[in-house]
């Protein structure tokens, strides 16, 4: 078995580790809340509110020795890995965890501060898609606002009218603004073109050479410099 193989086993088997002592745990808080309330069809909820409003001041129960430095909330949710996992199991199963009546002062408490009856400090909620903006006036930027010096910066005529006559026809507008009539797209304006690509050959400047058989004196070469310097046709002085 490679190296890669092998990591991929541990990180299968952790994963199976974890999701079994997590479903353990579970059914060990769910079968301890049943025998607390003598109810086996009541629910965990994990939520604060919903923990709140049905474990506490439904069935009068609240948890007892919760890890401190563990936060209260879904057990999927939970940072810390299988040994959290583990730690709050062994909690539960020795009875250091466990469920107990609510007082009358906890369920005034309930109502009035709810997050003082929770059995630790419960888990920050999951970061929406959108920021909310903030009401805090010392993170609260001002509205700043830019005018120009003078207002024609600003102004534009609402449309192109030309001298001493009405407005252009609607299908010469369109051909002056590259606007097409026919799809609505616009027209690729000259000399935004993307430039071609140079196309390979020889790119000898042109020359002129002396001639006598011509009534100019002289002819242009336009290729092949090379070739009439060696025939004797052409001279560079």
């Not at 580790?17 to 301890?32: F, G, H, M, P």
């Not at 026809?169 to 000259?190: F, I, W, Y």
């Not at 935004?192 to 690509?197: A, D, H, I, Q």
Request: with cysteine.
């Amino acid at each position: 078995m490679n190296a890669t193989a092998s990591s991929c086993a541990d990180s299968t088997k952790r994963k199976r580790t974890r999701d079994n002592v997590r479903e353990e745990l579970r059914d060990e808080i769910r079968s301890k809340l049943a025998t607390s309330t003598g109810n086996p069809d009541v629910h965990m909820h994990w939520a604060k509110h919903r923990f709140v409003k049905f474990t506490v001041l439904r069935e009068h129960k609240v948890v007892r020795g919760w890890p401190p430095h563990i936060p209260f909330g879904d057990l999927g949710d939970i940072p810390g890995g299988v040994q959290t996992l583990q730690m709050l199991l062994e909690g539960w199963q020795s009875g250091a965890i466990y469920f107990d009546e609510a007082t009358a002062d906890e369920l005034r408490r309930a109502v009035e501060d709810p997050d003082s009856v929770l059995p630790s400090t419960p888990l920050p909620p999951r970061p929406s898609g959108a920021s909310k903006p903030c009401d805090d006036p010392r993170f609260v930027v001002g509205q700043l606002a830019m005018h120009p010096a003078h207002p024609s910066v600003v102004i534009r005529p609402s449309s192109a009218v030309p001298e001493g006559g009405d407005d252009a026809p609607a299908a010469k507008r369109l051909r002056m603004s590259g606007q097409r009539e026919d799809c609505g797209r616009v027209r690729v304006v000259q000399g935004v073109r993307k430039r071609r690509r140079p196309k390979p050959g020889v790119k000898t400047e042109r020359w002129l050479v002396d001639a006598n058989s011509t009534e100019d004196g002289y002819f242009v070469v336009d290729k092949d410099l090379g070739r009439l310097l060696a025939d004797g046709l052409a001279s560079l002085e």
